[in-house]
């Protein structure tokens, strides 16, 4: 079973920066942020592979970077030049194999960014 713990989010200006991070418990292959601003479907992110590889929405494209360290089984979304329509709840999740679906989910966390 794997557990999902996220951190990082809270109140930024526009223009402003922040990072989230997401301690994975368990043997992960891949992880990815989603986010769900109110009223909206969930929409993804990025993802990052256990190689490092990241692919990322043409949204977020030169504002967001996806790194992972595998020593820590962790995974953080740094956010940088952020805009009011980043706002919402920011979701980790993870799969355990290549074809596997994002079936581990961390509990969210709200990122506020004001105009």
């Known amino acids: 079973q794997v557990h999902l713990v996220e951190s990082g989010g809270g109140l930024v200006q526009a223009g402003g920066s922040l990072r989230l991070s997401c301690a994975a418990s368990g043997s992960i292959f891949a992880m990815a942020w989603f986010r769900q601003a109110p009223g909206k479907q969930r929409d993804l992110v990025g993802t990052v592979t256990s190689a490092g590889i990241t692919n990322y929405a043409d949204s977020v494209k030169d504002r967001f970077t996806i790194s992972r360290d595998n020593a820590k089984n962790t995974a953080y979304l740094q956010m940088n030049s952020l805009k009011p329509e980043d706002t919402g709840v920011y979701y980790c999740?993870?799969?355990?194999?290549?074809?596997?679906?994002?079936?581990?989910w961390g509990q969210g966390t709200q990122v506020t960014v004001s105009s």
């Open positions: 999740a993870a799969k355990s194999s290549r074809f596997g679906l994002y079936a581990y």
